[in-house]
């Protein structure tokens, strides 16, 4: 397979530019992710806790943690 890399200044150029859009893009889209999962995870927590009928069921961060993980 050897090494794969543009060689003409268009293709170079190509790959710069989507590397500058692509990355941050990334990092962004795997914050969300992990807020939605956080939020979901809040929410199981709180059911949880609502359902055994715990005075406080609001979710701690240790919380999260632990059931982040496990």
Excluded at 41 to 50: D, G, L, R
């Amino acid at each position: 397979y050897g090494h794969s890399c543009p060689t003409t200044i268009w293709g170079k150029s190509f790959c710069m530019l989507y590397a500058v859009i692509g990355i941050p893009l990334c990092l962004v889209m795997f914050q969300s992710v992990g807020e939605r999962l956080n939020n979901f995870a809040s929410w199981c927590i709180k059911t949880i806790k609502k359902c055994i009928k715990l005075r406080h069921f609001e979710t701690t961060q240790t919380e999260l943690v632990i059931v982040g993980t496990a």
